[in-house]
């Protein structure tokens, strides 16, 4: 058959592996995002025997905040991994939405028939942040390296100055507003009236839900333990909405009643994530079960800079309430089709706000009790290019656990006004 007639294929998630994500500056202080995604793809092929040769297809991931040394993170993962050394890997990267993405681009060379298997994921560490040389420095080492002779390279070196010896430390701040990610959630809130004690109570239910899965052994078979840690550090199974609102707001602070704490908000995390996706085929020859189908997906940008931001509809997080809507249209489903509901929370304003938007667009409203029903990222934390691929992995087995065929939603926001969305599926 040639290849413009090869039928598209059912893409099928069959496992998945991570390790606990961790606080920054905390038991992964000084893990690298090479060995922290070592350690989780590690735990993958181990458990489901993917040492041979050709086993894998292709490796795919990336890292949000990389350094130089991270130039070709998913080859040199696979070259100090388990997995085969002829194993092909590149490196992706869309800010938060890297995990879903890397897991997209994957499963696309799988629709078409250009692999049989992939592995994609991603790992982030906040603890390790690339520091960038002073401008001013950089510009005077450059000049130095350049001259001709001694006497020119000393004259140049001259022009250093102790101000100069001062690192430029990433910031969390959008480059074409200067704002965080969290003042812009802030300025969502305000414009879709988020109230403080509905960010509590979806913050909450994230640490409940979270500590009730693992309590009934969800997680046995999808996380991996690592550096000492084997349960998510940023877990709190104690959480309540008292609690919460004991805390002081950290966002907004410039406008009166500010709604955002550390409490409803993702803290900086390390961690890494990996899925494993294949055909049907591969699957069955090597007597594994699929956990769900990867069926549809989409993403969307906002112009959150010019845009209607103080509207609510353009905010920095707000892509997947444009993504999700087409992404619905061109499968002929809608919200009600859907028994599980996973939205990564990078804040629990922007979940809410999130929902809002879908039912003013008229897609309906969302139970609450088939939304994130494991947890999601305000509990587990969020290493930025991590997250995708543990909702998937999450999700995936949520809907193997179900008797009946059932789907499932995933919408993640991501920096630079982006939203990568898609659906599971179990027959």
Known sequence: MSPEHRPVRRVAVVAGARIPFARSDGPYATASNQQMLTAALDGLVERYGLHDPGAVGEFVAGAVLKHSRDFNLARETVLGSALHPTTPAYDIQQACGTGLQAVIAAANKIALGQTESAVAGGADTASDAPLGVNDTLRRVLLEARRARSL???????????????????????????????????????????????????????????????????????????????????????????????????????????????????????????????ASEEWARQRGLEPLAYLTAHETAAVDFVGGDVAGGEDGLLMAPAYAVPRMLERAGLGLGDFELVEIHEAFASQVLATLAAWEKRGLGTV?????????????????????????????????????????????????????????????
């Open 151 to 277: 006497g020119a390279r000393l004259k140049a070196l001259a022009k250093v100055r102790p101000a100069h010896l001062v690192p430029d430390i990433p910031r969390n701040a959008e480059p074409r507003t200067g704002l965080s990610m969290g003042e812009h959630a802030a300025v969502t809130a305000r414009a879709w009236g988020i109230g403080r004690a509905a960010q509590d109570e979806l913050a909450a239910a994230s640490h409940q839900r979270l500590a009730a899965a693992y309590e009934r052994g969800f997680f046995q078979d999808l996380v991996v333990p690592f550096r000492g840690l084997a349960r998510d550090q940023n877990l709190r199974p104690g959480s309540t909405v008292e609690k919460l609102a004991a805390l002081k707001p950290v966002f907004g602070l410039d406008q009166p009643e500010p709604t955002m704490t550390a409490g409803n908000s993702t803290p900086l995390t390390d961690g890494a994530a990996t899925v494993l996706l």
């Open 367 to 427: 139970d609450r009790a088939r939304l994130n029903v494991a947890g999601s990222s305000l509990a587990t934390g969020h290493p930025f290019a991590a997250t995708g691929a543990r909702i998937v992995a999450t999700l995936a087995k949520l809907l193997a656990e179900r008797d009946a065929p059932a789907r499932g939603l995933i919408s993640v926001c991501a920096a630079g006004g982006q939203g990568v969305t898609a659906v599971l599926e179990r027959a």
